[in-house]
């Protein structure tokens, strides 16, 4: 599975334009009756500026170039600090681990950071966004989250290797995953074992999977850590889901948008699956409540530019 650092805006100090996407579905509510939860009106928020923690990708690193323009531009326009969050040895910490153990390490750093003892915000690209929702839902710490933005994040898990969603060498090589993902060994040791959410055998997932079933409240749905779950997801001041136009690392792209696959592999949207009507995590809470947004960048992953940054991401974390 390749890095994410490569697929990092600025990596090559290259900017591109920005587009705006043509989706089949520009939302992920399809023949909705809800108020459309991108076209809010958003006020900017009148107190200070606050503090801004950000997780990676996989493969990447807080080290790398892309990662420190990134947060630079974020620092810029927030006029508040920004902490990239990092687990282990750099580029390696966030691969070959258990993903569950990496949340409550990331948690653990956050708790113990002075910086966010009081409101922050959280930033996720791709797999960093299951971490900025992880903190989000279960970090038990002084400091509370207000707004979150996710870019590119695998909410509902992956269903494919990556830049491999088809033909006969990827579906044997996507067999081979599916028996071989849930073994001990395999959620132990590689982070991205714990959000393969295997749509043809949810079971399977919902038993053997370490991270995201738990996350997600799919494998229990009632009780009370499920409720503070939802309760403090729902309650978050705004969050921002940024799904990429032409996304090859994960499947369904509109994972990113918590949208998943039936059994067959058929795309659901958003309002026709129990997890957004039965409001596992609160999401649809957020959303009827005008808190969410769900945006399309124009390319691959995590392919957006300085202008996505300024126009976009920034103004939605000042609110």
Request: glycine share 8%.
């Amino acid at each position: 599975m390749p890095g994410e650092h490569h697929d990092c805006p600025f990596m090559s100090n290259f900017i591109k334009s920005t587009k705006k996407a043509k989706e089949i579905h520009d939302s992920p509510f399809y023949q909705q009756n809800i108020k459309d939860p991108n076209n809010l009106n958003m006020t900017m928020w009148e107190d200070k500026s606050i503090p801004t923690a950000v997780f990676h990708g996989f493969g990447d690193a807080c080290i790398n170039p892309g990662m420190i323009n990134f947060n630079h531009h974020i620092k810029e326009g927030t006029g508040a600090p920004v902490k990239c969050i990092e687990v282990g040895i750099p580029s390696l910490g966030e691969v070959f681990n258990n993903m569950e153990k990496v949340a409550e390490e990331s948690c653990s750093k956050l708790a113990a950071d002075p910086e966010f003892a009081g409101e922050f915000n959280v930033v996720g690209l791709s797999q960093g966004g299951l971490l900025a929702r992880y903190i989000v839902e279960e970090c038990d710490m002084p400091g509370k989250v207000r707004n979150m933005v996710t870019l590119g994040g695998p909410h509902m898990g992956v269903g494919a290797i990556p830049h491999c969603f088809e033909g006969f060498i990827c579906n044997t090589v996507n067999w081979f995953a599916r028996h071989m993902v849930y073994w001990p060994i395999v959620q132990d040791l590689l982070v991205p074992a714990g959000y393969f959410r295997d749509y043809k055998n949810l079971k399977k997932y919902e038993e053997k999977s370490v991270f995201l079933p738990a996350l997600n409240n799919e494998k229990i749905k009632t009780g009370a850590v499920a409720e503070m779950k939802q309760s403090r997801f729902a309650d978050l001041n705004g969050a921002m889901m940024v799904m990429f136009s032409e996304d090859t690392m994960i499947y369904p792209k509109e994972t990113a948008w918590f949208q998943q696959l039936d059994t067959h592999g058929k795309l659901l949207p958003l309002n026709g699956t129990d997890f957004y009507n039965q409001d596992y995590i609160g999401l649809k809470s957020l959303t009827e409540a005008g808190k969410a947004q769900y945006v399309t960048f124009e390319g691959d992953h995590l392919q957006f530019s300085y202008d996505d940054i300024k126009n976009t991401i920034v103004p939605f974390l000042n609110q």
